[in-house]
């Protein structure tokens, strides 16, 4: 099968339930935000924008299980900001699995091998040696991360363990140049890469999640995919960039840059996602047949925001994932109160002129799971895709040229660092005036993704060369 049947059939029986009883709005998938706290600052992203004020707040333990129970989605993405910063992120994600759904952790990927280091500490016997052996070899963990496993996990708390009900759904954007681009800061890529490769180890279900914009290079898309098929990742989402009100506003005010050269219009997107069924024919790629005939251009869809609700520290978000128009208490009162036909793309034609471009997953994909706009033979295709054998991993993409970044001296910072400490910038001051603090590689600290200094410097190398 291409999905776990156990998954698949948790989401069908959930689906046939609400619809023999007719329920005319129901949660398939819960996005979970119990912090928008984040150690990057992605390019593209809104979140630690519109939210800039509540970045230290967060959601209780016992708020976030009780929307799950609230919603009763079957799934639940844990998101934010940077889920793996949650204090309680260990409780958070056993009280769902308690509560008999599927998780999803969203993560940039910066502290997934921390965490698992934490699960192996808690397993730890020396059964576990064979284990720790394999990982010391591929240098995913260290002769000291090894004698700190050894030494157990004493505190008492819980860890994330591997489980057929679990993903870590991390981040990927691209090969190493791109990704560590639209995250902006260098390294990043790599440190994914290795978490993805320790978590299959040890016997973790991993899938990637990649937005498309504007100038993202969908050959290099396709080789991300073949690269980490040969790595044996369970699934990959994808979804086109939208510019949605909080993004627009930072790239402009933050970056100086013009939404319009970043973000997709809807043509764009068919365009870029020409691909996308011979793609998800290739790879496991989570979603319907009719959401990728859509992003094709092979049919309309109208989206079901109410499906893929989002929670977060100041309620409800209304009316879906990117658009804020209001916050609510609970999840049936937003259902109520919201005016869902003001939202949405109808025939082609906008309602809410910030509807225009979108064609996100959050959206639409769960149209095509409830049939909204079924065709002839969608459930046939459907039941094939989700039924059919799982695609094999491609070895051939082990050869793929991953690391193209600041792995070979090629980051985006390159030039500046050449600059900076180049004898001709040493003797004009730039190094005094405008060196910048070198970022670590991993987890732990948080990237301004302020580019000034680098603007500056470059500019300045320029004129006085």
Known sequence: MRFPLALTAKMARHVIKHKLARTPKFAMVLQL???????LTCTGCGRIREYSTNLKDMMSLEDCLASAAECDAPMVSICGGEPLIYPK????????LEQGRIVYICTNGMFMRKKMREYLAGIYSPALEPKLAELLAQKLITDKDCETIRKGKNDGRATIKPSKWMYWNVHIDGLEY????????????????????????IGYQVATNTTVYKETDMKEVEQMFEYFSSLEVDGHTISPGYEY?????????????????????????????????????????FGTTQYQEFLAGKREMTCTPWAIPTR???????????????????????????????????????????CENCMVHCGYDPSGALGRHNQRGDNWKNIKYNFGPKPKPYREGSKVNAFNGVSIGKGHLAEAKAAINSPRAAMNGAQAAFSRKEEPASGGSCGTGDTSQRDDLLAKIKKDV
């Open 245 to 285: 009100d909080a993004a627009k506003k930072d790239m402009v005010k933050r970056l100086n840059k013009q939404p319009e050269d970043f973000f997709l219009t809807r043509k764009m997107t068919r365009e870029k996602f020409a691909k996308i069924e011979e793609w998800g024919e290739r790879f496991t790629i």
């Open 89 to 96: 992120i260990e409780e958070l994600v056993n009280g769902i």
């Open 33 to 39: 935000e119990p912090l928008h706290t984040c150690n």
């Open 312 to 354: 977060n520290i100041r309620g409800w978000k209304a009316p879906c994932y990117l658009m804020t128009d209001g916050h609510y208490a609970g999840y049936h009162e937003m259902l109520e109160k919201v005016d869902w036909n003001k939202y949405g793309v109808v025939n082609g034609i906008a309602r809410d002129p910030r």
């Open 178 to 201: 791109t990704h560590d681009l639209i995250v902006e800061r260098e390294g990043v890529f790599k440190e994914c890469v290795e978490a993805v490769k320790m978590a299959k180890l």
